[in-house]
């Protein structure tokens, strides 16, 4: 037996037995989670590439429409998740350290981070729901029409530019809600002191999600606030 | 992965670099630069985009080559996925 290479690693209750060593364990989770999250970047970028197509064919109503939509509350919005992918990284360095405590109040200021950013999102919509200009049956933009007069805008197209903002910041807040799902878990088990130095793949592999997360929306915050905001001619 | 401990330091360091993006970006877009305004725009969410992945996700300090390997490869694939769409897509009005 002493010639396998299973059979030398001293064995650790976190350690399953079809890997030969825990760093060939953790290397094996976060492959698998990048590997995911490869999958997520296409998911994303198909909206992504949605969004550009049909900016570019109706220019107007996607100025119009992105000149309607709240920028401070998006840019609120931006720094809340970027000080939550801080606390992430902290935390992440907590669990190596084997600071218990410190992991803990970590990944619950993250995750009132998260539903932080979840409730600005919602009076975001709440707004537009307020301004008719939620598609569907009481679509209405005569508003941002007479806003400017001076460029010709379809509702038809304008309706197309709000369905996917709808669609691109919803599926991005179930990722949130999917993200405080899994550090509800992640804090659980810390609290319960399922992680140490040897063993924290959960809390870096749970850690990963969030960031992508937040890449997520620093590529949303520009596309959807920022690049129409200057003065239309 | 990275078994390689970062210092809180350089985590503090790498926020107020994002913070300081995010302000910068959106008082850049107020400015009329033009056709400009969005290259600018998507240059720096890429700029705090490879600062979260390179730091906050560790990619920078992990040995790990096949972590990489699927970076780049999921790049290059959206990269196909936005290139021919557009190409398709804009040039549709020329003929």
Redo the contacts between chains.
Sequence with gaps: MSDSPVAVETHTPELRHHFASAEQQ??AS??GM??F??TE??FF??M??AY??YR??YFNEFAAGSRSID?WLG?IN??VL??S??T???G??AA??GKRKLLVALLLITMVFGLAFLGIKGIEWYQKFEEHHIPGNSFNVDDIIHDYPQIHIDPRHEQIFFSLYFAMTGLHALHMIIGVGIFTFLTYKAWKGAYSPSYYTPV?VG??YW??V??VW??L???L???????LR | MSEHIMSSKLYYGIWIALMCLTAITAAVSFIDLGPFNTIVALVIATFKALLVVLFFMHVKYTSEKMTKAVIVSAIFWLFILLALSLADYTTRLLS
């Design positions: 953790r290397d976060t492959f990048w590997l999250l490869a970047i296409m970028g198909g992504f590439c550009l197509i570019f064919w920028i840019a931006t720094a970027i000080c992918s801080l992430v990284a902290l992440v360095r190596q350290m870096e850690g990963l960031h992508f937040d890449i620093i590529y915050f520009p596309l606030y920022l690049i129409d905001r200057k003065p």
